[in-house]
């Protein structure tokens, strides 16, 4: 379980149908329902024990996968570069 | 509150400008059951990973080539490549439709042999064979391939020694206008070797001299090269006739026919671009109907393919072992088939897929296999869907080489099973075990023991 939540860039623009926009590339980007749903969780600043509560509540899944798969999805949107650079103060 | 489906969480990258360049749909269709048998059936009794080898599939698969060839020309005969795949189910399966033998070795022709094949009925091609191979294949009437002088020479001094009459054919490469030119093969037709050849055979009057073959090349695309080849076997005979007054049994015109599977690089998928049997069939038979030969001496039509006879016969099939991801962020599947078992992937374009339905999401995937070697690469780069652990795919199209040219490295080779025509499976291959590959060591007496 992440000590911090990982912040979505400030700039990025996210679209309601999921499409992303990064003006600093000029890439986009097109989330699935929940990769969007988790990008609005992240954004509205839930810690990820709530986050996860949500989804396990909402979805058919149990907690290993779901940690599984969030951490995957959020290693590819740090591997976009849509994820602020935590510098450690 | 019923809960809902879960689909895990994506993000993809939109290449614009890049869109898929045949227009072909992404979506991976599962392959659940082969000849009605569940995969995961098979592979729950009989482990994983697993050859499949479907017979309707074979039979099938011969009966429609045997029919291109045979409802254009009067006399056609297959001879099954041994190399392709000499499991002796599947050597059997085409010995039952009818198909002789096509063998480069001692140890194949013997195979073919014990497998009950008449010596007649074996070609025996290559440029590998010993004095003892080629003394067996004259006792038996064997159709003897001659690939160089050295094994003319040969020949022709067993035939004095052993007091018999060998019968032979000679192999001769030739320019078909493709790249690159096979010429290590036998005789070449246009520097003249293949002429001089076969005036030598008829000078030693030791040999019988029955027939002409060529072999132009592996996976061709084009039917053209062929009709080349068969029109230049074809010119022979008519000089054997007129020169010799020497009629032919059989022109060879070997395989090398592609399959359905997608080589490497190649722009359209190979289920969109490889000739079918009509079309290869049309181009050697127009050839051959229309050169000289005289219509009453048409000479029995021999066809070595093998490649494009078996590979549809043959599925993979496996489990995933992980999943993980590579320093540039692409996900990378690692399956329990190594390119040791799936020799093929060195040049196809493997059509890999999940046997049951996962998921409608798409990523960019590396499949590896499970040895610990930077080589082991199944797909570098295909659309599939996020299997996990424990999930299963399978491989299509790997009747064709891979039982033949796996090789024991690090894992241990897996059992085959053969679906019948009733969609029964039998074991016809007993996967390995340690004993297996330790029963072939010695181990000196010196180091039978030690103190860790």
């Given amino acids: 379980m992440p000590n911090t939540m990982p912040k979505i860039r400030k700039n990025i623009a996210i679209s309601e149908s999921g499409f992303v926009f990064d003006p600093l590339s000029g890439e986009s980007y097109s989330l699935n329902p929940l990769g969007l749903e988790i990008i609005h969780l992240i954004k509205n600043g839930q810690t990820y024990e709530d986050l996860s509560e949500a989804l396990l509540a909402k979805y058919e899944v149990d907690q290993e996968t779901f940690d599984r798969y969030f951490y995957d999805f959020v290693a590819a949107l740090k591997q976009f570069n849509l994820i602020e650079v935590e510098t450690d103060a | ?452």
């Fill in chain 2, 1 to 452: 509150m019923e809960k809902l489906p879960f689909e895990r969480p994506t993000i993809q990258k939109i290449s614009a400008g890049i869109p898929s360049k045949h227009g072909i749909s992404r979506k991976l269709e599962p392959l659940s059951h082969i000849d009605g048998l569940s995969i995961k059936s098979l592979i729950n009794e009989y482990g994983s990973p697993l050859f499949i080898l479907s017979e309707s599939s074979i039979r099938k698969t011969y009966k429609e080539a045997y029919r291109a060839f045979s409802s254009r020309y009067p006399n056609v005969q297959f001879a099954w490549s041994y190399k392709t795949n000499y499991l002796n189910a599947v050597c059997k399966a085409f010995h039952q439709e009818g198909v002789w033998a096509e063998v480069v070795s001692g140890f194949e022709y013997d195979k073919a042999a014990a497998n009950g094949v008449p010596g007649e009925s074996i070609i025996f091609n290559g440029p590998n064979k010993s004095k003892e191979d080629l003394r067996k294949a004259i006792q038996n009437s064997s159709l003897i391939h001659i690939d160089h002088f050295d094994e003319l020479y040969e020949i022709i001094h067993l035939s004095r020694e052993m007091d018999e009459r060998p019968k032979v054919a000679i192999r001769i490469n030739m320019d078909v206008g493709v790249y690159p030119k096979w010429d290590r093969f036998g005789f070449n037709f246009e520097n003249g070797e293949a002429w001089d050849a076969l005036n030598r055979i008829k000078a030693s009057k030791n040999l019988d001299l029955i027939g002409l073959h060529t072999h132009i090349g592996t996976y061709m695309m084009t039917t053209e090269a062929y009709k080349i080849a068969a029109s230049k076997l074809a010119q022979l005979a008519v000089s054997l006739e007129k020169k010799h007054g020497h009629v032919i049994q059989y022109i060879d015109i070997g395989g090398g026919f592609a399959s359905k599977n997608t080589v490497r690089g190649a722009y359209y998928p190979g289920t969109d671009t490889t000739p079918s049997f009509d079309d290869f069939a049309e181009a050697i038979t127009s050839a051959l109907m229309s050169s000289e030969i005289k219509p009453d001496h048409l000479p029995m039509l021999i066809l070595e393919t093998g490649r494009a006879l078996i590979d549809d016969a043959g599925y993979l099939a496996g489990t995933v072992l992980a999943n993980k991801r590579l320093s540039d962020g692409r996900r990378a599947t690692i399956i329990d088939t190594g390119v040791n078992l799936l020799f093929t992937a060195f040049w196809y374009e493997h059509d890999i897929r999940p046997i049951e339905p996962i998921s409608d999401q798409m990523e960019d995937t590396t499949i590896y296999g499970p040895l610990c070697m930077n080589i082991d690469v199944i797909r570098g780069n295909v659309m599939f869907p996020l299997l996990k652990k424990g999930d299963h795919y399978v491989v299509r199209r790997v009747g064709a080489y891979n039982t033949t040219q796996w090789m024991q490295f690090i894992n241990l080779r897996p059992q085959i099973v053969m679906l019948d025509m009733k969609g029964k499976a039998h074991l016809v291959r007993k996967g390995e075990t340690l004993d297996t590959i330790n029963s072939q060591e010695i181990t000196p007496e010196h180091l039978q023991n030690f103190n860790l």
